[in-house]
Each structure stands twice: as structure tokens, then as C-alpha cells.
């Protein structure tokens, strides 16, 4: 996991993205997880395991455009909820790993550290998790220093790297994009292509934030798609109204 960013924001940035104000400590920095041990319906079924992927995208998908998400209150209506929610309801449930304090994307987080493997490197698949840091100001001290604040799951990678999620924010289920190779940028300068949605918005004082600035680590609890092996859906399913794409 990256270490918390140490840069000063003038003012206390606006939410614009995320619905996951949920208490709970600060998260530290530690060391990215390489562990090839998933917990995953189907064991070691390489079908069954790529057809999770397409179910997890499929289920989350049919969420777009829905301003609140229940889970008959086993998780809360926030983006740690939605990922939790989404999994759970394909047999596999990342609970267990919370510790005292922690908060929903840290808890999320922690499960996937301990099951799964987090990196930063290379493309995500459909179905992999991204956590964000610093998605709004939790300690109210003006500072980009509060850790994961946000996790969205990945719908599909573009060839160019762009990666397109959909998560639990402010408004609803939506869909947003996100360029870890271009993370300064809102969009592709010679195609107009928009490559980052704003996460994080300003007050008028301090500056809105990119998907791309705010990333954090991607997050698998999947082993990865074979290669060659291409979803069944629809790269992008209809965006609902007032979504950003």
C-alpha cells in the first residue's frame, strides 16, 4: 500500500465521489501483499473462476443508476457496501479480516491483503477491486493524509489502459474512469477521450481532484483471467442518467 500523501490543501475540499464516511482509524502504511492463496468459489477451476469475474461485473452493473443499495442490513449503503454486497452475493464474502477501528474500505482492504494480492503495477481484470486514498478530508485537517477512503470495483480495462469502475458515491451506483498512466489528465488532449473523472471536489479554494491523482492500489481476490480469456458482456452496459459517461 502506498504511504498517505503529505501534500497540504488549501481549504477543505467539497465529496464529490464518495458515500464511505464510515468512522474508523487511519490506515498505515504496509507493504503491498503478493499471495497466491484465493479463497474462491469453483477452488482451483480456472471456468468457474473466470465466470465469477463476469458475475461480480453483471451484478454490479444491474446496480448502475440506483441511488441507494440494501443489503437486507447486512452492509452498509457506502462503497465498502457495494463491494461487499456485490461478492457476497456470488459466494464469496471478504468479511473476517476487520479489525477494532477500522473502516469499511480498510476492513475490505485488509481482506484482500491477507487473501488476495494487491498491486500497482500492470492492468487490472473485470472484477478486481481499486482503492482510493484521500477521497475526502476524515480528519478534517485540510491535508491529504487520511488514507483509503474509497474502493470501487473494475468493469473493464481499453486498450490505451483506461480503466472504467463502477462504485457507490454521492449520487448512486455510477460509473467513472480512471488513467494511472495519465493521472494529471481529465482527457486524451488529441481525442478529447476523457481518460479521468473528477473523485475529489473543490470548495472554490482548493482544487479538484482526479480518479488517477487519488488511486491507491488495485486489490485481486480472484485469481487472474487466463489469457486469451475475454468477457462475455458488453464492454460497457448503458450509462444510467446522470452519470458521468
Not at 468479511?95 to 484482500?112: F, I, M, Y
Request: charged share 20%; aromatic share 6%.
Amino acid at each position: 500500500m502506498p504511504r498517505p500523501v503529505k501534500r497540504l490543501l488549501s481549504c477543505l475540499p467539497l465529496v464529490l465521489g464518495a458515500a464511505c464516511a464510515t468512522p474508523g482509524a487511519r490506515v498505515a502504511a504496509t507493504p503491498g501483499v503478493e499471495d497466491s492463496s484465493f479463497a474462491s468459489p469453483g477452488g482451483g477451476d480456472p471456468s468457474v473462476q473466470v465466470e465469477t469475474r463476469w458475475r461480480v461485473v453483471a451484478t454490479a452493473r444491474r446496480l448502475l443508476g440506483k441511488t441507494s443499495v440494501h443489503w437486507d442490513g447486512r452492509f452498509p449503503d457506502d462503497c465498502s457496501g457495494l463491494v461487499l454486497g456485490v461478492y457476497a452475493s456470488v459466494g464469496m464474502p471478504l468479511t473476517g479480516s476487520a479489525r477494532p477501528g477500522d473502516n469499511g474500505v480498510t476492513a475490505v482492504w485488509r481482506w484482500t491483503s491477507a487473501h488476495g494480492r494487491l498491486f500497482r503495477t500492470g492492468h487490472p481484470d473485470p472484477g478486481d477491486l481499486v482503492f482510493f486514498h484521500d477521497t475526502y478530508d476524515r480528519d478534517h485537517d485540510g491535508k491529504l493524509d487520511d488514507g483509503l477512503t474509497h474502493v470501487a470495483l473494475v468493469e473493464s480495462v481499453d486498450p490505451d489502459g483506461t480503466v472504467t469502475i463502477i462504485h457507490r458515491v454521492s449520487r448512486g451506483v455510477m460509473r467513472y474512469r480512471m488513467s494511472v498512466e495519465r493521472p494529471q489528465l481529465r482527457s486524451d488532449p488529441g481525442s478529447g477521450k476523457v481518460l479521468n473523472d473528477w473523485l475529489r471536489g473543490s470548495s472554490g479554494k482548493g482544487p479538484a481532484v482526479l480518479t488517477g491523482q487519488l488511486f491507491a492500489v488495485y486489490g485481486a481476490v480472484l485469481p487472474a483471467a487466463p489469457e486469451g480469456v475475454r468477457s462475455p458482456l458488453p464492454v460497457l452496459a448503458p450509462q444510467p442518467k446522470g452519470g458521468d459517461i
